[in-house]
């Protein structure tokens, strides 16, 4: 029975250890290798490949969106009325066919209108005929002429307008171009003929002064890069030397914490022998007492007289067996409390061990950075002492130049100048002519209208006031209006007359579709950005990727108003906007809802950054450069750039060139300028949440 105990006692002693083993690397397996993979990574003295940006080119631009509908200009739409009560014999286009002006869009029946006219004709003398003849072509003449003057659609007036309007613009942008460019003429921080000119001034003194800096040996810059020379050479010496000795004060310390946590961890082991040693002996010793016949009391299995001899029988001794189990109880217990010291200690010695490794690592690592920091320290003194006489040998070459650039310059202005007042003066011409051609198409409309007036009255003065005279002459006025033709060219949008009815309202609509506008509406809040004549950005589903432009032409003075004239939504006030179409193209239909962007500040093939990659602070805006040094480390530089345009993703930036490397998501990087880095295909960060929830795991583990 104790035997049994004892074995029973042991292994489950063995059980526990190896439980306790198995849990201890699986812990270190759950803390070490996730640890490893990212040190593997270089977490902390690394750069995600993927947070390289290369500044590159590209528009950017500051917009504000909205969505409007395409229709055609009013001034270009024409809708034709019915004035007949004649029923329409052939409609000759289609909603979508495009006409010109007096093209035939539909006839009359007139069966109906012939039969009344000979049935007049026939009560009336040739004399009569003629004259309501003469009568209706002179009111029809008359009647037309003045639509056409009063609707805008007058061929010979129309035309003159148009010419004058252009000429007029023309003239306009030649005198803008004019004035703008003598208005910056007349700055001397814009012309490059003042800018040469500082330049011939600057040279000179620029040149006498660094060469007395350099001379004297009080140029800022140098001195700065000297002192950051010596005290980066002496930081590194200082810290070698240490390092190099045997009496480190930081690695003796981790030395000897290896060494007292070792010594102890092998006395409790040597403890542990003695122990298991003295265990083996008291079972050895119970094993041997139990093998002993226990004390006869006679009985049955009691021996016999035959059996008994003189010879002494060592029997068993229960008083020592009982103290034998309890010895081994005691040990055993030792033992198992042993096991358990053994196990924090080993875990103190490991630790102890892993702190010294970092120890080492981490003073092996500062040494490095200490003489990179002195070894790019010289680097930076010998750049800026070769880059200062660089800039001296520019500076007499800038004197040498300076005269030739203002000589240039000067005959480049005022040559462009000849240029625009050239332009202005043909303009100045142009305008006149077209002046000109418009008073005498005014004049020749007014003295054409004027004949088609007198005509028209004489017709009256030559009929007779009979009734059935004007009645014929305005059946022949009808007989000339069968024909509808179209007043304007354009585009057919809508037909509602159809073949065998009477007309009634309008038959036809004709808009055209080269004169496109859009109507759409700005927030009140936007509203001290938006301009008469911002340039817009157009884009619709029907044209996909494609850009048109446009321009602001009105803004509503008013908020939306609803039909009772009552304003809409005080609170978020909308104002409608009136957006021309400048791009001619097919692609965009009359009918379309489009999204457009009004364009508050826009730059062409300009210099842009992520927004993410622009860092701030009290110094002013500024990105991390990426470089390599001559060992191969990645090094940020802060260089300052100043903000420009922004989309809300890309920035326009200056300070840096298009191809620079720089670094995207700078906030991950802003701790470590400076110092030197290598490149990383994983994305430390990103990672963060992988190891938490590792370590998560590793601690529900070490709880269970």
Known sequence: MADTAVKKRKRKGKKKWIVLVLILLLAAAVF??????????????????GDIYAVANRDVADTISATGLIESDEDTTKKVYSTMTYKIDTISVSLGDKVN??????????????????????????????????????????????????????????????????????????????????????????????????????????????????????????????????????????YRDDFESEDASYLVSADNAVDKAYDAYRDAQKKLEKLQDTLDGLEDTLREEMAKPEKSEGGAGS??????????????????????????????????????????????????????????????????NYKTTYENARTVYETTKKKLEDMLDSYEDSLISAQENYTSAKEAVDKQIEAYENALTAAERSLSDAENSLTNAKITTE????????????????????????????????????????????????????????????????????????????????????????PVKIKTDATGSDVFYGVIETISPTATKDATGSVLSTNDAEFETVVRVTDKSDLLRIGVSARIEYVINEAKDTTVVPESAILSDAEGSYVLSVSEDAEGNILLTR?????????????????VEAGVRIADNAENYQALIGQPLTLSNVDIHASDDMFAAMMQMRGNMMGG
Not at 145 to 159: E, I, M, P, R, V
Not at 639 to 655: H, K, M, P, W
């Open 32 to 49: 070490i290798v996730p640890r490893y993979m990212l040190q593997k990574s270089g977490v902390g003295m690394s750069i995600y490949s």
């Open 101 to 238: 002006a007096g093209d035939v869009l539909c006839t009359y029946e007139t069966e109906t209108l012939d039969r009344a006219i000979r049935e007049k004709e026939l009560s009336m003398t040739s004399s009569q005929k003629a004259a309501a003849l003469n009568l209706s072509s002179a009111k029809l003449n008359y009647d037309t002429y003045l639509a056409g003057l009063n609707d805008g659609t007058n061929a010979t007036l129309k035309n003159a307008q148009s010419a004058y309007d252009s000429a007029h613009d023309k003239y306009e942008e030649a005198k803008e171009d004019l004035e703008e460019y003598l208005a910056k003429n007349d700055s001397a921080e814009i012309i490059s003929l003042n800018s040469a000119k500082r330049a011939l001034d600057n040279a000179q003194e620029q040149y006498d002064d660094l060469k007395k800096e350099l001379d004297n040996g009080t140029n800022a810059d140098l001195i700065t890069a000297r002192r950051s020379l010596n005290t980066a050479r002496d930081n590194y010496e200082t």
């Open 303 to 368: 021996p016999t007289d035959e059996t008994v001899t003189t010879e002494a029988v060592d029997t068993q001794d229960p008083s020592k067996i009982e103290r034998l189990e309890g010895e081994i109880t005691e040990t055993a217990a030792e033992i198992y409390a042993l096991q358990e010291s053994i196990d924090v200690l080993y875990d103190a010695y490991v630790t102890a061990d892993e702190t010294r490794a970092k120890t080492y690592a981490s003073a092996d690592a500062t040494l490095k």
């Open 447 to 534: 003295n054409q209208l004027k004949s088609y007036r007198i005509a028209y009255d004489n017709a009256k003065n030559n009929t007779n006031t009979d009734l059935a005279d004007y009645q014929l002459a305005n059946l022949y006025e009808d007989l000339g209006k069968t024909t509808v033709t179209a007043p304007i060219s354009g585009t057919v949008t809508a037909v509602y007359a159809n073949e065998g009815e009477t007309a009634s309202g309008v038959m036809f609509v004709i808009e055209d579709t080269e004169n496109l506008v859009i109507t759409s509406k700005v927030k009140a809040y936007d509203l001290d950005q938006v301009k008469v004549g911002m």
């Open 639 to 655: 260089t300052a750039v100043e903000i420009g345009v922004s989309d809300g993703i890309y920035t326009a930036i200056s300070g």
